[in-house]
């Protein structure tokens, strides 16, 4: 099968799967920096352990392995625009008009999300033109128990808005 019909095929059938959207965040140049990532999941619970999935060229890439260290924020059914600001690599700086406090290792912890995942890295390996991240779970904390946005058929999604 032609590669270019292979991924088209492949693309259709992924957005037929809903995923949440996370805010990966870290230092870079020890100033605040993030991308929107769905490619987040757990791997284990003991011991903690959760990945994601970035591309090498992406400077949420350069964040993650200067410090080592990052944070998953899970972001809720009202921040679409904070998931559409992380995903523009255009903005200079990604943390305008965005909300945070840090963590107790001085990463960014995005206001109003659901909750957050801390990480140390434990293993970075480059798959085609991305890295698979694992990060051990240094801490993590539910911030509020309301529901969580989605990403379904290339829209962001409140579950009331899934047809
Ligand atoms: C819903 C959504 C999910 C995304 N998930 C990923 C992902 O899992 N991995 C990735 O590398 N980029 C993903 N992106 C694209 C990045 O958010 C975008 O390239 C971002 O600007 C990160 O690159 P930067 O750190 O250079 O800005 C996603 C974008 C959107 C809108």
Redesign the pocket.
């Known amino acids: 099968m032609p590669e270019e019909v292979q991924s088209n095929g492949l693309r259709e059938i992924l957005r037929r799967y809903p ?1 949440g ?1 996370t805010v990966v965040t870290a230092l870079l140049d020890g100033k605040p ?8 999941t757990s791997v284990s619970l003991d011991p903690p352990i959760v990945a ?4 090498e ?5 350069t ?1 993650i392995n200067q410090t080592g260290r990052f944070v998953v924020n899970i972001l809720k059914f009202d921040q679409e625009k904070e ?2 600001q ?4 255009s ?1 200079q700086d ?1 943390f305008q008009d965005i909300q945070y406090r840090e963590s107790s290792n001085g990463i960014p912890v995005i206001d109003g999300s659901l909750g957050y995942i801390e990480c140390d890295l434990l293993e970075a390996r480059k798959i085609a033109d ?1 890295i698979m991240f694992l990060g051990s779970v240094s801490n993590s904390e539910v911030t509020r128990d309301e529901e969580a946005l989605l ?1 379904y058929r290339r829209a ?1 999604r409140s579950f009331s808005e899934i047809p």
Request: net charge positive; glycine share 6%; hydrophobic share 50%.
């Open positions: 995923t959207v920096w993030g991308g929107t990532m769905n490619s987040f994601i999935f970035v591309m060229k992406s400077r949420t890439t964040a998931a559409r992380f995903a523009t690599d903005i990604k991305h990403f962001f």
